[in-house]
């Protein structure tokens, strides 16, 4: 009975991160066309269907995988400002 319930469990845990790699790829993909922004936010949807689909605590961990990549895939966190080339 063990073995079962393990791979449910992994079968859980495998979509969950399908559920997380697309909601890091959604926002990227409608920026892309532009049709991100603060009027439509696509990252959300895959954390609602996991919330719905998996259960809130897979839900939450597939919340807390997005904003902990969001530092990861933040373009701008690496770049140097044009303000800080200017007082050289």
């Known amino acids: 009975m063990e073995a079962i319930s393990n791979s449910k469990t992994n079968v859980k845990i495998l979509i969950n991160i399908i559920y997380v790699v697309s909601a890091i790829a959604l926002p990227q993909i409608f920026h892309l066309f ?8 696509p990252m959300h949807i895959p954390v609602l269907l996991a919330g719905f689909t998996l259960g809130p605590k897979y839900g939450l961990v597939t919340r807390n995988g997005i904003s902990n990549n969001k530092y990861i895939f933040n373009r701008n966190a690496c770049s140097i400002s044009n303000d800080a080339n200017n007082d050289i």
């Open 34 to 41: 532009g049709m991100g922004g603060p009027m439509f936010l």
